[in-house]
C-alpha cells in the first residue's frame, strides 16, 4: 500500500529522515517518519472535521505523507512545518509532483522552521502530530495554540498518531482540551498504535 498510495499522489515518502548526529541544534526533535497508509485510511474512514471551515496543521510534516493525504482526499486547505533542512527539501520536491499531478484551490503552504516559531492566525484549528519533538517544545507549540484560542475563541481540534503519554497527560490536566475520540489499529500490536482525538472545550 505504502508504494501504490505514494504512487497515486505522485511524492516519495517512505524514507525515514534522521537528523544530522553533531548537531545539538535538533536534540528535542525526532527523526520524521512517515504515517502508515492503512492507517491514514483508518483516520479517513472514521474522522471527519467538525469545524465549519478546518484548516490543517502538520506540526514535523516530514516529506508531507500525511499532509498532502489530507490535502487530496479532505480537500482541505494545509499547512506543513518541518525543522530538518533536507527533510524540508524533499518535502518541497513531493509538493511540485503532488499538485502537477492533483492540482487544487486548496492552498497548500509548506514552512522550514522550528514548530513553536510558527505564528498562528484565527483561521488554524486542526492540528496533526506524530510525536515530533520533545514535550518541552511541544509545550511551547500548545502554548501558542492556547494563547490563539483565547484571543479568537473557536472550536479547535489535535488529532495525535501514535500518542506519547507525556503529551496526553499534559494535555488533559494543563489545557482547554480533552480527548473525544480514539480511533485504534487493531493491526498493530501496541495499544499507543492508534488516533486520539481532542477538541476544545466550553466554546
Known amino acids: 500500500m505504502q508504494e501504490a498510495t505514494d504512487a497515486y499522489l505522485n511524492i516519495k515518502t517512505e524514507d525515514i529522515i534522521y537528523f544530522d548526529s553533531d548537531s545539538e541544534a535538533y536534540?528535542?526533535?525526532?527523526?520524521?517518519?512517515?504515517?502508515d497508509y492503512k492507517d491514514?485510511?483508518?483516520?479517513?474512514k472514521y474522522y471527519q472535521p467538525i469545524c465549519a471551515q478546518p484548516y490543517f496543521?502538520?506540526?514535523?510534516?516530514?516529506?508531507?505523507?500525511?499532509?498532502?493525504f489530507i490535502h487530496h482526499f479532505?480537500?482541505?486547505p494545509v499547512s506543513g512545518i518541518e525543522v530538518n533542512p533536507d527533510t524540508f527539501k524533499l518535502c518541497e520536491m513531493n509538493r511540485r509532483s503532488y499538485l502537477a499531478a492533483h492540482p487544487s484551490p486548496q492552498p497548500l503552504q509548506l514552512f522550514h522552521m522550528p514548530a513553536e516559531h510558527y505564528i498562528l492566525t484565527e483561521e488554524h484549528n486542526t492540528f496533526y502530530f506524530f510525536n515530533p519533538f520533545s514535550l518541552e517544545i511541544f509545550t511551547q507549540v500548545m502554548n501558542k495554540i492556547i494563547q490563539s484560542y483565547h484571543d479568537s475563541p473557536r472550536l479547535m481540534e489535535l488529532i495525535l498518531y501514535y500518542p506519547l503519554e507525556e503529551y496526553v497527560d499534559?494535555?488533559?490536566y494543563q489545557t482547554?482540551?480533552?480527548r473525544v475520540k480514539t480511533i485504534d489499529l487493531p493491526w498493530h500490536p501496541s495499544k499507543t498504535d492508534?488516533?486520539?482525538?481532542?477538541h476544545t472545550l466550553n466554546y
Open 27 to 35: 536534540d528535542d526533535y525526532f527523526e520524521s517518519e512517515p504515517t
Open 40 to 44: 491514514l485510511e483508518q483516520l479517513r
Open 57 to 68: 496543521i502538520d506540526y514535523g510534516c516530514g516529506t508531507g505523507r500525511a499532509l498532502y
Open 74 to 76: 479532505y480537500q482541505l
Open 170 to 172: 499534559y494535555l488533559t
Open 176 to 178: 482547554p482540551f480533552r
Open 194 to 198: 492508534r488516533f486520539d482525538i481532542f
